[in-house]
């Protein structure tokens, strides 16, 4: 019998992500859309891996089923690690990423270039509806452009210099950033955990 496990989100861009970098695996994959009444969980822990834990536990009780789920940050050093937890409501609780990146940018205004290293990371958190957990961190280190380049990506992406530079995660092809980003090496390192929890 096919097995099935849920992504925890109801993110489009991120779900096709996480998707587009988990090894085609002889496995059913739903999101949280996918099931009537689902809610997503109150992202109010103080690090990304309670947050990650919080989306997964809720998504698993929820469905009846496995399920992933990721929390990701900005760290800005020059911003004393922020926006980091709160990267997706940096600008705002509804913000857009349009609205994140601007208030990001005016936050460095006075930063110069050499002084903005940043990184990414994410923490990827597996939970059974039994209440098992298991979590992995990735992280990405880069720097933050003076503006947005790049078509490609979500987020913060038009703005993270990949290794301090020349090109932004937004400029690179979807196969590309797959290959390094802080997500794909979370999930790598989870995987075989995945395939032995399911």
Known sequence: MEKTFVL??????????????????????RTL??????????????????NALKK????????????LADDTGLEV???GGAPGVRSARYAGETASYA????????SLDK????????????????ALPSGLTVTARGTL?????AAPRGANGFGYDPLFLVGEGPLTLAELSEEAKNALSHRARALS????RLLTML
């Open 141 to 145: 280190e880069g720097a933050i452009a």
């Open 77 to 79: 050093d020059a911003l």
């Open 33 to 50: 859309a996918d099931f009537p009444g689902a809610v997503p969980a109150v992202e109010d822990g103080a690090t990304l891996e309670e």
């Open 56 to 67: 997964a536990l809720a998504a698993a009780r929820f469905t009846g089923l496995p399920a």
């Open 8 to 29: 925890a989100t109801f993110n489009t861009h991120k779900a096709a992500e996480m998707l587009a970098i988990l090894p085609k695996l002889p496995l059913k994959v």
């Open 111 to 126: 930063v110069p270039e050499g002084k903005r290293s940043a990184r990414f990371a994410c923490v990827v958190a597996l």
């Open 189 to 192: 390192a989870i995987l075989p």
């Open 99 to 106: 609205q994140n990146n601007a208030l990001l940018l005016a």
